[in-house]
């Protein structure tokens, strides 16, 4: 019989069509300890409920609900529950590379004093960014949340200083149309701000302040409207989904709810219901 106080998930996420891959991890613990291991990456969690202690740089650090816990490349450290109930957190190991693009050269180890950081604004939207990208890894929507999140991480709590250099407003169209172009498809922002000479962080920040929204969160709305069109064209929702560059029809269904309110099997019978009421004579 499974325990449920004992559970970890792994997925895979890639960062762009053919970019690095960001592991992410899901776990509630009431009894297990790690051993004393280090990682290659920044490993980034947060502490959904309960307490874990941690023993980190020759001290034990205790997190709750909320907290931010960072820990370095090639630190060694554990893991265990600081309370009976156990805890449970969202975690992403991130190379280096993911935390410098914001920081001024976007090189140097960004080096965070304190492990266990109180920002709950950036911890709620690390903690929704996990949820989502582990639950449909769209290459494009985790390159542009994931990246984000964790420059403005490294900007708001490592030595690292901000690079602060004006926004360049020129390029946002030409990224818009690609998008729309090749949305089956969709280049990487990687390559997308290699064409215009910017850092991937410079071109989120560009796109969103043009835009208002970052760019996988455009391209998903742009998704939208063409598979309104499909679907007001009788085209079933499944077939619709891969028409329009969604994964599959859960994330089309997840996209069209945030945009247009229902699931698109509601919006399809609606309109066909539409469509087969008899329509009202003018007189003549």
């Given at each position: 019989?499974?325990?449920?106080r ?8 890639r ?10 991890l ?5 009894r ?8 290659e ?5 947060v ?31 554990t ?5 009976p ?9 991130a190379?280096?590379?993911l ?7 976007g090189?140097?180890?960004?080096h ?9 604004e ?9 949820t ?7 290459p ?7 990246p ?21 407003g ?7 149309d690609?998008?729309?172009?090749e949305l ?20 989120l ?6 835009m ?21 064209a ?6 619709v989904?891969?028409?329009v ?5 859960a994330h ?33």
């Open positions: 019989m499974t325990d449920v004992e559970q970890a998930r792994w997925t895979r996420a960062l762009g069509r053919c970019g690095p891959p960001l592991d992410l899901t776990a509630r613990f009431s297990h300890e790690y051993a004393p291991h280090a990682h990456e920044f490993t980034v969690g502490t959904v409920g309960g307490l874990e202690t941690i023993a980190y740089r020759g001290g034990r650090i205790v997190s709750g609900p909320g907290s931010i816990v960072v820990l370095e490349p090639g630190e060694m450290h893991g265990g529950p600081a309370a109930d156990g805890y449970s957190y969202r975690a992403l190991y190379v280096p590379a935390l410098t693009d914001g920081t001024l050269g090189s140097g180890l960004p965070f004093r304190e492990p266990v950081l109180d920002d709950p950036l911890a709620a939207a690390l903690r929704r960014a996990h989502d990208v582990s639950s449909c890894p769209d494009l929507e985790a390159e542009s949340r994931i984000w999140l964790l420059t403005a991480l490294a900007r708001r709590h490592s030595t690292a200083r901000g690079d602060d250099t004006a926004v360049p020129a390029g946002t169209v030409a990224v818009r690609r998008l729309a172009d089956l498809a969709p280049p990487s922002l990687a390559d997308l701000a290699a064409d215009l000479g910017l850092s991937r962080y410079q071109l920040r560009a796109f969103r302040t043009t208002g929204v970052p760019p996988y969160a455009w391209l998903a709305q742009y998704r939208v409207t063409r598979a309104r069109a499909l679907l007001d009788g085209a079933r929702p499944a077939e989904a891969g028409l560059g969604f994964a599959d029809q089309l269904t997840r996209w069209f709810r945030r945009v247009l309110g229902v699931t698109p099997a509601a919006y399809r019978n609606s309109v066909q219901d539409s469509a087969r009421r008899p329509g009202r004579h003018s007189p003549s």
